[in-house]
């Protein structure tokens, strides 16, 4: 086993003391329940343990300005029961207050939930998609400039949204929820799950854009920022590569559209899926940049990232738009979209 990275040597020593300097003040662990999915016979439950102080009510939200969704502190160690209809598990929160576990359960096909709980508090309930063996069509949609426009590269736009502006003033992609409902409509028990190299930290205001401009309910696939156990960063594609494999061995009868943009590495990420897994791709669906977009993202004006050649060539059919309706347009012209 390699050693741990220095830098996350040093982030673990300084959550360590901050950690018991807080509960000696009688900060309590305080759980934060994220969407999780499963098939027959289990479930995956995400969550993280943080501390809060003395008299926090365990159904607040995180203000809705950003910064203070950056300033939590995680609860490493914490036992975590985990009610699944009739059973109880207990799982220990892992480094930085994560909970990412993989249960026995025995759950119907659809929306289900569990119960979460640390200490004497009372449970705190999260849900769970359940996709059944019928389930043959799965969405993995991109969430930055492909649901939602945020300019991530260009610094002082991403530091304005991350940290400044509320969720509903946040703006969609145009066309992108109509999309997705055509896809809801062909396909009613469609599984959709949101693939982001964003931070935990905005899971619940991310989950209410999307509610609240019409996308349909799914897992968010979130990271972390900071150090790792191998280096100073965390890597998007990194994360992204996993959990689109975890994806694919989890849920093995779900073919895939894979949903992206042009503006970071979504086409090389979803062209190596495809060419890897040919058989689990339905189609890649990748949403072009305006020019405005790719100023931001690259400095100079750019034409889209192409999709590399080997997916196309492999039988992995892709198309492009500059929006959402362009994308329903070009996957009903590959008939990949029931025609209205």
Known sequence: ??????????????HAVVERRLTARGWSPHLTPYVGYGAPGWVRVLARVLLAPPGTPRDERPERRGWRR????????????????????????????????????????????AQLSVGDTAPVETRLRIVGPETTYGVVSDVDDTVIVTMLPRPLVAFRNAFLVRESARTPVPGMAGLYADIVRAHPDVVFCYLSTGAWNTAAALGDFLARHGYPPGPLLLTDWGPTSTGWFRSGPAHKHAQLERLFADLPQVRWLLVGDDGQHDPTIYAEAAVAHPDRVRAIAIRQLSIGEQLAHHGVPTGPDPLTSAATEGGTPAVWAPDGSGLAAALRRRNLLPRR
Do not use: K, N, Q
């Not at 086993?1 to 300084?14: F, K, L, V, Y």
């Not at 985990?82 to 990412?100: A, I, K, M, N, P």
């Open 1 to 14: 086993m390699s050693p741990t990275h220095r830098a996350a040597r040093i982030e673990d020593g300084i």
């Open 70 to 113: 950056f300033t939590t502190v995680s609860a490493e160690g914490i036992d975590v029961r985990v009610r699944l209809g009739e059973e109880t598990h207990v799982v220990t929160s892992g480094r930085d207050g994560y909970v990412d576990v993989r249960l026995p359960a025995d759950l119907p096909a659809g929306w289900a939930t």
